[in-house]
């Protein structure tokens, strides 16, 4: 069976700090793993996916995330943390020729000033 | 602008009435899928649809039905058997199940008063 787990419900960074949000699954076949963002109220939206081939993914806004076959992990970074970054994040994963994607429970990210 | 519109955005339902949740994509998409997210618990899959006139349950559909008679549309009835249904629902749909990833639409928030 599939599962996600993302380290940390919250993670608050100060504006212009690296920002890890971190990410590991289980899986008995290869994955395909997906980070989604969601602003309040709102539906979400992909941030950066990882199917095949290059194992660092570069997504939008300046994130990127590295895929770790050995560590079972998919964290989510960034170099300099923006305001507008706050939001909450979502680790998925499905597994290849499978039909559901299991999201992790979410991390909220908040930026100080 | 191709999309997914969830309607209404706000819903406020009696104890025991049943309620629909409206769906509409208009991205040509075969797979389409609802949610449901809680605080704290990520996102649960209620039902999925990969075809029109074929839907299948997801890991939480008991109190939900749904249908799918056109492609483009995939309403969900949230029914009196639904226990608490306090929630926000989010539709989604992707060119196919699995390793494509999801679109989702704006949200509908549901409250039992």
């Known amino acids: 069976a599939q599962s996600v787990t993302q380290l940390g419900s919250h993670v608050s960074v100060s504006e212009g700090a690296l920002v890890l949000l971190r990410c590991n699954y289980s899986?008995?076949?290869?994955?395909?793993l997906f980070w989604y963002v969601q602003y309040p109220n709102q539906g979400l939206q992909l941030l950066l996916k990882?199917?095949?081939?290059?194992?660092l993914v570069k997504g939008i806004n300046g994130f990127e995330a590295e895929f770790k076959k050995s560590e079972t992990s998919f964290h989510l970074t960034k170099p300099s943390a923006h305001m507008s970054d706050a939001a909450e994040y979502f680790c998925?994963?499905?597994?290849?020729?499978?039909?559901?994607?299991?999201f992790g429970a979410g991390t909220r990210l908040f930026v100080k000033a | 602008d191709g999309g997914i519109t969830q309607s209404p955005k706000y819903l406020f339902r009696k104890e025991g009435q049943n309620v629909t949740l409206s769906c509409e994509q208009n991205l040509n998409h075969d797979a389409m899928y609802w949610y449901r997210q809680d605080p704290g618990q990520g996102l649960r899959l209620i039902y999925y649809?990969?075809?029109?006139?074929?839907?299948q349950k997801g890991d939480i559909a008991e109190g939900y039905s749904v249908s799918r008679e056109k492609k483009e549309s995939f309403p969900l009835t949230v029914t009196s058997a639904q226990k608490n249904p306090t929630a926000f629902y989010l539709c989604?749909?992707?060119?196919?199940?699995?390793?494509?990833?999801?679109?989702f639409g704006q949200g509908t928030r549901l409250t039992v008063v």
């Open positions: 989604a749909s992707s060119v196919k199940t699995g390793n494509t990833e999801a679109f």
């Open positions: 990882y199917t095949t081939g290059a194992t």
């Open positions: 649809s990969q075809i029109v006139n074929d839907f």
């Open positions: 899986s008995s076949v290869p994955p395909y």
């Open positions: 998925a994963v499905t597994r290849t020729g499978g039909f559901k994607t299991i």
